[in-house]
């Protein structure tokens, strides 16, 4: 069998010298139009694998996960101090014992469990939105990520501007912008540049690595620490860890490795679970400034079906088809990661008479898969309606690997899917998002653009939010005055 098709490589270096530093996704998936759905790259010591397509991902990541399921070693986050965190283990024994944890505790039944606290959450996040500056929605909106994900795995609840887990979490957030595409760094390629001094070429994210580590050590020993505080003063709350603390006690397995598994599998939820809800809400606003006509229409479906004098609630759901073609369009069009974490195949294997060698790092490039024309027509663009039946839309499927794939698949995704499916929902229902003006009264367009690094995120982009009417910020405020957990 032959490898893959793949730019042309140098004597040695391989592809080095093409690896995009840009974002890779659409570098990726250019040369998939040259190329075809899997390419192969070389580097030193590293063959490279990025698959455009999801027949590809499923054939390979999904039905074939038993060989597909590794990590690569992630040489810059292990810098960070990003270990020993779920996401970025290999295949074994810690990482099964990680897995088992979230999934106990975030798999499709359990996760009804945080439906109260995310409607609230949701809520609050309008109230928020309402009552801003123009220019603060990416504080709420990471604030409502970051509250969500706090109160699953600490049970701690924000009230406040000055909240420590706030702090934690917007340094945590800018560590991961800063921490260039995943497993694709210089570091990454060429480990032994750990050990240059920081003039050295190639050993800038070396030296961003050693300013965060603290940090991202404080977020693994943070939250354990709070909660052991809580459950001692007989004021915890219920919370992922306080459950895995229960369990342990009651099988009597406390050791320190125990914990260790413990600390690193919160700390992958706060990892992984913010900095994506945020961002996928960020591109709904984006989304909703660019097309107003969607939002309209979303709306009337709501004040059709709920009425003006509630908010939506998650029984609603099935009967708002229009907001969920919303939902899905978001996460089709703005992939939070866009590249998906790399898998790591464990064995040789040929696929459609090409030779996947072992040890290759296997990229999802999901943006890439999004932009599919053969299964999405024109699909750069936002639009909810291709999912509709004909002749209303054009029938498209929902986009289904906005999770990632196989073994590896998200382990937030239920809790994930619910967050942003009600804080869309309830935005609908109680704002009409727009433009900002300039000084002259125009209309300030957003250009649309996203940043890419492990995740994506909409480049700064200014709208103004308001009240669909007056009484409709009233039963916001009355919505969260009466909270699902105390009344
Ligand atoms: C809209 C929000 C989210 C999106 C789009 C998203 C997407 C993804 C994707 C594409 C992957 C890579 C899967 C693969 O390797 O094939 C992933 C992994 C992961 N996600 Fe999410 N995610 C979201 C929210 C969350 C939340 C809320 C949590 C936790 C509470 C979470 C926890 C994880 C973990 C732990 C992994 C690594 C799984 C592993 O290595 O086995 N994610 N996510």
Redesign the pocket.
């Known amino acids: 069998s032959k490898l893959p098709p793949g730019p042309p490589r140098d004597p040695i270096i391989g592809n080095l010298r093409q690896m995009p530093t840009e974002r890779p996704p659409l570098v990726f998936h250019e040369w998939a139009k040259t190329y075809g759905d899997v390419v192969y790259l070389e580097l030193p010591g590293k063959s490279i694998v990025p698959l455009d397509s999801l027949q590809a991902g499923e054939d390979l990541?999904d039905k074939r996960s038993a060989i597909y399921s590794d990590r690569p070693a992630f040489t810059l986050y292990e810098l960070f101090g990003w270990t020993p965190t779920?996401?970025f283990l290999p295949y074994g024994k810690q990482f099964a014992v990680q897995?088992q944890m979230?999934q106990s505790y975030?798999n499709r039944i359990k996760v009804v469990n945080h439906k109260p606290m995310q409607l609230r959450e949701a809520r609050a996040l309008v109230d928020n939105l309402l009552h801003m500056r123009i220019g603060e929605h990416e504080r709420y909106l990471s604030r409502f990520s970051t509250g969500v994900?706090t109160q699953?795995v600490a049970g701690h609840r924000i009230t406040s501007d000055d909240d420590p887990y706030l702090r934690l979490s917007k340094m945590i957030l800018e560590s991961l912008f800063h921490s260039g595409p995943p497993g694709a760094t210089a570091i990454d390629f060429l480990p032994f540049l750990r050990h240059f001094p920081f003039w050295f070429p190639g050993t800038y994210y070396a030296r961003v690595a050693s300013e965060w580590r603290a940090m991202v050590r404080e977020l693994h020993e943070y939250p354990l620490w709070t909660v052991r505080a809580q459950k001692e003063s007989g004021k915890a709350r219920p919370s992922f860890i306080l459950s895995q603390l229960a369990e342990m006690e009651e099988s009597r397995t406390e050791t320190e490795q125990d914990m260790e598994e413990l600390r690193g599998s919160a700390a992958?939820?706060f990892g992984?679970?913010e900095s994506?809800?945020w961002s996928?809400l960020s591109s709904f606003l984006l989304a909703m400034v660019l097309r107003p006509e969607c939002q309209e229409k979303a709306h009337k479906e709501i004040a059709s079906v709920v009425g003006s004098t509630r908010l939506p609630d998650f029984a609603d759901r099935e009967s708002l088809p229009y907001v969920e073609c919303v939902h899905q369009e978001v996460?089709r069009w703005a992939?939070?990661?866009p590249l998906?974490?790399p898998?790591r195949v464990m064995e040789d294997d040929t696929y459609r008479g090409m030779f996947i060698p072992a040890g290759s790092t296997v990229f999802?490039n999901?943006k890439g898969m999004t932009l599919d024309e053969k299964i999405y027509h024109d699909p750069h663009a936002f639009n909810p309606e291709r999912y509709l039946q004909p002749p209303h839309g054009r029938g498209e499927p929902h986009f289904p690997a906005?999770?990632?794939?196989?073994r590896?698949?998200?382990?937030?995704?239920y809790?994930?899917d619910n967050s942003?499916w009600i804080a869309i929902a309830t935005t609908l229902a109680a704002c009409r998002i727009s433009n900002a003006v300039d000084e002259n009264g125009d209309a300030i367009v957003p250009a649309g653009t996203v940043s890419y690094g492990i995740g994506s995120h909409p480049e700064e982009f200014q709208c103004v939010i308001t009240a669909r009417s007056p009484q409709s910020a009233a039963i916001v405020r009355s919505a969260l005055s009466c909270d699902p957990d105390e009344c």
């Open positions: 990541l779920m996401s897995r979230h975030l994900i699953v992958a939820m992984a679970g994506t809800t996928t996460l992939p939070a990661v998906g974490l898998h999802a999901i906005k999770f990632g794939f196989g590896r698949v998200c382990t937030g995704q809790l994930a942003v």
